[in-house]
């Protein structure tokens, strides 16, 4: 069971250290709260939609390779619609956290 969560943790841990920089805008620390939060999002957006991407591209391969076995092509669509729904979830979210940042500018 660790192991499973080990290579998520990594992929977490990876993502942090991407994104280190990212308060940073034009070399200077930078003090505006909605220009940080922007920031994350927008790395943290690209980091999922890797990962979708990943997972469709599994599912496909899931659901391609299933050889007429009806339970691996129905698990191959349920990973392909879990990405995508994931993905329209986190926009979702994304859009709602962006639009309250810019509330107050």
Known sequence: MIKK???IIYILIAAFIFTAGICFADG??????????????????????GLCLLVIIIGGVVWMTAGG???????????????ILGLIVVLAAGLIVTNVVNLGK
């Open 5 to 7: 969560y080990s290579q």
């Open 28 to 49: 200077a620390w930078s003090e505006d709260l909605a220009l940080i939060i922007q920031n994350i999002i927008n790395k943290l957006f690209t980091i999922i939609g």
């Open 69 to 83: 076995d009806t339970k691996k092509v129905d698990l191959g669509k349920a990973i392909v619609k879990a990405a």
